[in-house]
């Protein structure tokens, strides 16, 4: 079935350091992929998506690309700000009517020091 | 738009009470999903329905667990008998059918909490 594996945190920075969190994931066929941004006591937020091999999402200078070959989908900004403090989640949607679920990595809670 | 509705936001009740968690999706979007959330098993899909129809239900942990939709505009998750295991944050999210979306939109979830 399908599966998604995110870095493990806590990630703590400081402001403007780069952040990266890794994903990769196991599909059939070809999966889009998401990243959703979880801020305390909300629901998730869409962040970006890519729905097939080389695309780039971005927002909000957050990026990932979709790597087929690697199967990967690593979140990257380049200067983080204390309003990103959130955790984030890497997920994946089949491409077959019937397996449009979202499947979920564990999360990675990002803290971003001023 | 509004979004996806869920009411109530946040609910506290005792072991063996009966639990509605309630959902409006956005209009027009044809796919509804019930997920859960806990620190223990993360982010789970429960039910998810396509016009209405209920399409995967393996993530419903028990019998205790009742999903509906009535209708394109609503959908509950019962909970029969509650338990304190079942406490957790309870989201419903929505979705097109491609090509006018391919991303689900998630409510503020429902809260709940069982003594």
């Known amino acids: 079935g399908n599966s998604v594996t995110q870095m493990e945190g806590p990630v703590t920075l400081s402001e403007e350091a780069f952040l990266t969190i890794n994903c990769t994931y196991t599909?059939?066929?070809?999966?889009?992929l998401f990243w959703y941004v979880q801020y305390p006591g909300e629901g998730l937020q869409l962040l970006l998506k890519?729905?097939?091999?080389?695309d780039k999402g971005s927002n909000k200078g957050f990026e990932a690309t979709y790597r087929k070959e690697t199967t990967s989908f690593h979140l990257e900004k380049g200067s983080v700000q204390v309003s990103d403090s959130a955790v984030y989640f890497c997920?994946?949607?089949?491409?077959?009517?019937?397996?449009?679920?979202?499947?979920f990595g564990a999360g990675t809670t990002v803290t971003v020091r001023a | 738009d509004a979004g996806v509705i869920q009411s109530p936001r946040h609910e506290v009740t005792e072991m063996g009470q009966e639990v509605t968690l309630r959902c409006k999706p956005i209009?027009?979007?044809?796919?509804l999903f019930w997920y859960r959330q806990t620190m223990m098993r993360g982010l789970e899909l429960l039910i998810y329905?396509?016009?209405?129809?209920?399409?995967?239900d393996s993530g419903m942990p028990e019998d205790r667990f009742s999903a509906k939709m009535p209708n394109a505009s609503f959908s509950t998750l019962k909970i029969q008998p509650s338990e304190p295991r079942d406490s957790a944050v309870y989201f419903c999210?929505?979705?097109?059918?491609?090509?006018?979306?391919?991303?689900?939109?998630f409510g503020p979830g429902t809260r709940l909490t069982v003594l």
């Open positions: 999210a929505s979705r097109g059918t491609p090509p006018n979306t391919d991303t689900q939109y």
């Open positions: 599909a059939t066929g070809y999966p889009s």
């Open positions: 890519a729905t097939k091999a080389d």
């Open positions: 997920a994946l949607s089949g491409f077959r009517s019937n397996d449009y679920k979202l499947s």
């Open positions: 209009s027009g979007h044809d796919y």
């Open positions: 329905f396509n016009n209405n129809v209920p399409i995967d």
